[in-house]
């Protein structure tokens, strides 16, 4: 079982920045993957950026360039550190964890956390 906690989001103006986090409780898991999801109203989840147990990175094509993802093991923290921020940005943003274990696999998400850019 797996708890994912969300925070950073907010009100900022195009070009700015904002930084979540996504920080995870449990017990007796391993995470295999952490992906950012945003979804705006109206339109479907889409995946933003993905981050693999091994270091490796993936964003999608309307963020590369001015969003990261990274971890801190130590914290059990991934954050998504978005700069140069576009109106287009706005949307809930959920962090999902895949848990792997000897039989199945498990996707927990977190609860959101609204990212508005606004003038």
């Known amino acids: 079982q797996v708890q994912l906690v969300e925070s950073g989001g907010g009100l900022v103006q195009p070009g700015g920045s904002l930084r979540l986090s996504c920080v995870a409780s449990?017990?007796?898991?391993?995470?295999?993957?952490v992906g950012w999801y945003r979804q705006a109203p109206g339109k479907q989840r889409e995946l933003v950026a993905s981050i693999w147990s091994g270091g490796a990175t993936t964003y999608a094509d309307s963020v590369k360039g001015r969003f990261t993802i990274s971890r801190d093991n130590a914290k059990n923290t991934v954050y998504l550190q978005m700069n140069n921020l576009k109106p287009e940005d706005t949307a809930v943003y959920y962090c999902k964890c895949v848990v792997l274990t000897v039989r199945d696999r498990r996707d927990y998400w977190g609860q959101g956390t609204q990212v508005t850019v606004s003038s």
């Open positions: 449990g017990s007796d898991f391993n995470i295999y993957a």
